[in-house]
C-alpha cells in the first residue's frame, strides 16, 4: 500500500458526459501529480500540483482539468467525454515535487467510456 | 525532442534466469533517471533512482546502471521469482535553465517468467 488512496477504482460512464477522478496524497506530501495510461500505452503526464498551486502541465487536454485543495487532496475532472478517454488514471504524490524524490503511486482509476 | 526508448518490447524467460532491459534516452539537460515496476492494473513502484554522477544502484536482485555519456540505462534482474513478472518503465527527468523539471516516460518492457 502506497499511502495515496483514489477513488473510484472503477468508472462506467456514456459518451459527452464530466467525471470526477479523485486523490488523496500520503500524509505530509504537499505535491500531486495525475497519468493517464491507455491501453497498452506507456505513462502520459497530466499535471502537476504543489502546494495547492500548479507546477508543471503535460498533455493535459482542454477538456480535462485538475485542482489541489487546501486539504492537499486532488480532483481531476474529466468532461464532453470521448471514447478514446478510456483508460487507467493514477495520481502519485511526492514530499517537494522534484523528481529525484520519491513519488508514490495510487492504485489508478479504471475509466470506461462507453 | 526528449525521447526515452526501451528495449525489447516483451521478454518471457523462465524462474531463476536473469535478464538485462535496457532503455536510450535522448533527454537533455539530464537531471536523473528512474525504474520503476509495474505488475498489471497497478500503479507503478519505484525501483531505483540514479544521477548523473552514479553509475550502478541495488535494489535486492535488481541492478540499474547508468552511462551518461552514451545516454543508456540497464536494468538487471537475478535469479528472476515469478512475482517478477510486470512491467518495468524507464522514466527520465530533464531540468531545463529555466522552467520546471519534466519526465519523459518510456514505453516499457514487458516481462513474463514462465516456471
Known amino acids: 500500500d502506497s499511502g495515496v488512496t483514489q477513488t473510484p477504482k472503477h468508472l462506467i460512464t456514456a459518451t459527452g458526459q464530466r467525471v470526477t477522478l479523485r486523490c488523496s496524497p500520503r500524509?505530509?506530501?504537499?505535491?500531486v501529480y495525475w497519468y493517464q495510461q491507455s491501453l497498452d500505452q506507456g505513462l502520459q503526464f497530466l499535471i502537476q500540483?504543489?502546494?495547492?498551486?500548479?507546477?508543471a502541465k503535460g498533455n493535459i487536454l482542454e477538456r480535462f482539468s485538475a485542482q489541489q485543495f487546501p486539504d492537499l487532496h486532488s480532483e481531476l475532472n474529466l468532461s464532453s467525454l470521448e471514447l478514446g478517454d478510456s483508460a487507467l488514471y493514477f495520481c502519485?504524490?511526492?514530499?517537494?515535487?522534484?523528481?529525484?524524490?520519491?513519488?508514490?503511486f495510487g492504485q489508478g482509476t479504471r475509466l470506461t467510456v462507453v | 525532442k526528449n525521447q526515452v526508448e526501451q528495449s525489447p518490447q516483451s521478454l518471457i524467460i523462465l524462474e531463476g534466469k536473469n535478464c538485462t532491459l535496457q532503455c536510450n534516452y535522448t533527454v537533455s539537460p539530464f537531471s536523473n533517471l528512474r525504474w520503476y515496476k509495474q505488475d498489471t492494473g497497478r500503479g507503478p513502484v519505484s525501483l531505483t533512482i540514479?544521477?548523473?554522477?552514479?553509475n550502478t544502484k541495488s535494489n535486492g536482485r535488481y541492478t540499474a546502471t547508468l552511462d551518461a555519456d552514451t545516454k543508456q540505462s540497464s536494468l538487471h534482474i537475478t535469479a528472476s521469482q515469478l512475482s517478477d513478472s510486470a512491467s518495468y518503465i524507464c522514466?527520465?527527468?530533464?531540468?531545463?535553465?529555466?522552467?520546471?523539471?519534466?519526465?519523459?516516460f518510456g514505453t516499457g518492457t514487458r516481462l513474463t517468467i514462465i516456471p
Open positions: 500540483y504543489y502546494n495547492g498551486e500548479e507546477r
Open positions: 500524509s505530509g506530501d504537499l505535491s
Open positions: 522514466v527520465v527527468s530533464a531540468t531545463p535553465n529555466f522552467g520546471n523539471e519534466k519526465l519523459t
Open positions: 502519485a504524490s511526492s514530499v517537494d515535487g522534484l523528481t529525484r524524490t520519491e513519488a508514490f
Open positions: 540514479m544521477t548523473f554522477s552514479e
